[in-house]
């Protein structure tokens, strides 16, 4: 197996699903083929319920961060969020929510959980009764939540920078400010053409834009944080895992980067082509700090090359998840 991670590209809404190499399929509960059957979806008991359940979260931090949805689930699995968003947020002290259909607003931290990663609803599908709906619902999030904030920043594409624009009934709060790609090539930051979130010049605009204290705890101490994550994270790909397709470093530091990306913690592949492990380089340019992050092979397979079988009964704790300093240098953010 190659050390450097896969870097999967896959067009987000636009019909194409996510990579499913050596993993069972997981088909979400919720599938729209037709404005009715948004409507329908979006009136779902359990999706209003879980609406509901937002309004009525406390916020952690005076300032928030609304990001769009993305085909890919979880949310932080997609590239958008993966190499875009959380890296243009990361360290910043913000409450982070995702604009879904046809979830409405929700708390980022639910995108591993039902029903926020159990839905699949291309944007097309949204128009008619099942817009009208879905606007009428975040309005309900701006009018409740909104206020609560001394700041709410917009992070959003065209699809759904439309979809907030009726919410609002097309006027813009006083604690709101737009820092959408839109306003990214008006201010002359990103090019002409540069329309995606995971371009360095968008995530440069993103971090200049949103106020919020940068968090400079230790890089080693950020990671340790989420140590229990990653052991579970880890164990999910094993869980699922088709060994026919061979050895699951390659899908267990995926899942790695995923909740390092999460908590906004930069990351990129260790090891050489041709090297039998993946695993990952964590960094943080503006300490100058690296570190190892990985749950070895030993752990979990036995094998070498393309050849490798599970270990009987192995399973991945906390204690499993190995977190080591390097040398930080600085092209770490350029080898993904």
């Not at 875009?84 to 947020?89: E, I, K």
């Not at 065209?158 to 907030?164: E, N, S």
């Not at 979130?197 to 919020?212: C, E, I, M």
Request: with cysteine.
């Amino acid at each position: 197996m190659a050390a450097a991670i896969r870097v999967r590209f896959w067009a987000e809404h636009a019909g194409q699903g996510q990579p499913n190499r050596g993993r069972a399929n997981t088909a979400p509960k919720f599938v729209v083929r037709s404005p009715a059957q948004g409507l329908r979806v979006i009136n779902h008991p359990d999706i209003a319920g879980n609406f509901d359940k937002a309004l009525r979260r406390k916020p952690k931090h005076k300032i928030a961060v609304l990001v769009p949805c993305a085909q890919t689930k979880p949310f932080p699995d997609a590239p958008s969020h993966k190499s875009g968003y959380l890296q243009g947020l990361a360290g910043k002290k913000v409450d982070k929510h995702v604009v879904s259909e046809p979830l409405g607003v929700v708390p980022y931290e639910w995108s591993r959980t039902y029903p926020n990663d159990s839905y699949d609803f291309p944007p097309e599908y949204l128009t008619g009764a099942a817009f009208d709906a879905l606007s009428k619902r975040i309005g309900k999030w701006f009018s409740v939540v909104g206020p609560k904030y001394s700041k709410i920043y917009l992070a959003l594409p065209r699809h759904h920078a439309k979809l907030v624009k009726a919410a609002m009934g097309g006027k813009t709060p006083k604690n709101v400010t737009w820092v959408g790609q839109r306003q990214c090539l008006d201010d002359g930051v990103c090019k002409t053409g540069e329309y995606r979130a995971t371009t360095h010049s968008y995530r440069g605009f993103l971090k200049d834009r949103v106020r919020g204290a940068a968090n400079r705890a230790p890089l080693s101490d950020r990671i340790e944080a989420v140590r229990d994550e990653l052991a579970r994270a880890a164990q999910g790909e094993l869980d699922g895992w088709d060994w026919s397709d061979g050895g699951a470093c390659d899908a267990v530091a995926d899942a790695l980067h995923s909740v390092l990306a999460e908590a906004g913690i930069d990351a990129t592949g260790g090891g050489h082509e041709g090297d039998d492990h993946a695993w990952l380089i964590a960094y943080d340019d503006a300490s100058r700090q690296a570190c190892g992050v990985d749950v070895p092979a030993r752990v979990y397979e036995v094998g070498g090359g393309y050849s490798w079988t599970p270990i009987d009964g192995a399973s991945v704790g906390p204690s499993d998840v190995e977190i080591w300093a390097m040398q930080w240098h600085a092209d770490l953010s350029t080898e993904w």
